[in-house]
């Protein structure tokens, strides 16, 4: 997921920080009108610049591409589904904060699906590697990494395991594309991947 600083705050001139600010308020206004009527796939950023009244050139500099205004309608979420996270997982032992973390991440990708569908789809050719590089997603992985550091330092968790390697195995298990076509092709609930993803948890425990 990629989450990019906020745009406008370095204008030359005041007059110029306003109108860039309530431009970008617009298409954010337009695009959460259009994507809560049409649907995120269906909507076109040309369509969201229409919508918006503002030019095409306009819209590209607040916002790259879909993926990106995509990334921006989700900040508020992101910030507190963080929030969220750090009070969950502190003071757990180091698995449990992973497996109730991941549970959590799932319940974000039940809740946000097409927003975050419509950032995958952005994320081809030269951009492939882009979600990996998100503020987001390091955090998430920092997150799960230091978890599992803590319970190896612990004795909870076996001392060969490669945390930064792992971590990241973690999350694949919940790429939104993998984790919708568990849900709706395979008819799979949340409760059961979660509690695949439980049983491997359980793989790396030092007694295990």
């Known amino acids: 997921m990629n989450l990019p600083p906020r745009r ?8 110029e ?15 959460r ?15 969201i610049g229409r919508r918006a009244g503002v030019g095409q050139g306009t819209l ?11 990334s921006e309608l989700l900040r508020e ?10 009070s969950g997982t502190e ?19 039940e809740e946000n699906a097409p927003l975050l569908g419509a ?13 990996y590089k998100s503020s987001f997603y390091r955090w998430l992985r920092a997150t799960v990494s230091a ?25 694949a298990a919940l790429n939104v594309d993998l984790y919708l076509f568990q849900r709706r092709e395979l008819g799979m609930d949340r409760a059961r991947i979660a509690g695949a993803l439980r049983l491997c948890l359980d793989g790396f425990r030092a007694d295990g």
Not at 25 to 30: F, K, P, S, T, W
Not at 77 to 86: D, H, I, L, N, P
Not at 92 to 102: D, M, Q, R, V, Y
Not at 123 to 129: E, K, Y
């Open 8 to 15: 406008g705050s370095v204008a030359a001139g005041h007059g």
């Open 17 to 31: 920080r306003s109108d860039a600010v309530e431009s970008r308020h617009r298409i954010l206004a337009a695009a």
């Open 33 to 47: 009108e259009l994507f809560e009527k049409k649907g995120v796939d269906r909507v076109s950023m040309h369509e």
């Open 60 to 70: 590209y500099r607040h916002f790259e591409h879909k993926g990106v205004l995509c």
């Open 77 to 86: 979420k992101v910030e507190e589904f963080r929030e969220e996270a750090g």
């Open 91 to 109: 003071g757990e032992e180091a698995l449990l904060g992973i497996s109730w973390l991941l549970d959590r991440l799932a319940l974000f990708n």
């Open 119 to 131: 950032m995958r789809d952005a994320s081809g050719g030269g951009r492939r590697m882009e979600m």
């Open 147 to 171: 978890l599992l550091l803590r319970g190896v330092e612990g004795g909870e968790i076996r001392p060969d395991l490669d945390a930064d390697c792992v971590a990241d195995f973690l999350l």
